[in-house]
């Protein structure tokens, strides 16, 4: 069991930056495919970034195209922590913004097994 909470939402202005953060529970956190989702009001989730444990693919990362080159993930597994590092933020990356833990480098929801609650982010025009 993998338990998730994400922080660092908030309202930010287009352009700026937010970094979101999600601390994990349990010692099996080097071990899970690590990813960011978001959804939109009315929306569907979708993917944002992945990073794979270093035994499986080497810290094998993996973004939606929609955020390549703005948005960068991280894992420290020594403090459990998963980072989204965001800049360049645009109005439609306004979402609530999970954390979520897997087993397989996936886009979808349907593949990670754990969940955070969640964190708002609104970028404002």
């Known amino acids: 069991q993998v338990q998730l909470v994400e922080s660092g939402g908030g309202l930010v202005q287009a352009g700026g930056s937010l970094t979101l953060s999600c601390a994990a529970s349990?010692?099996?956190?080097?071990?899970?495919?690590m990813g960011w989702f978001r959804q939109a009001p009315g929306k569907e989730r979708e993917f944002v970034a992945a990073?794979?444990?270093?035994?499986?693919?080497?810290?094998?990362?993996d973004y939606a195209d929609s955020v390549k080159g703005r948005f960068t993930i991280s894992r420290d597994n020594a403090k459990n922590i998963l980072h989204l590092q965001m800049n360049s933020l645009k109005p439609e990356d306004s979402a609530v913004y999970y954390c979520?833990?897997?087993?397989?480098?996936?886009?979808?929801?349907?593949?990670?097994?754990?969940w955070g609650q969640g964190t708002p982010v609104t970028v404002s025009s």
């Open positions: 990073v794979a444990p270093e035994h499986w693919y080497g810290y094998r990362i």
């Open positions: 349990g010692r099996t956190f080097n071990t899970y495919v």
């Open positions: 979520a833990g897997g087993a397989t480098m996936g886009h979808s929801p349907h593949e990670y097994n754990y």
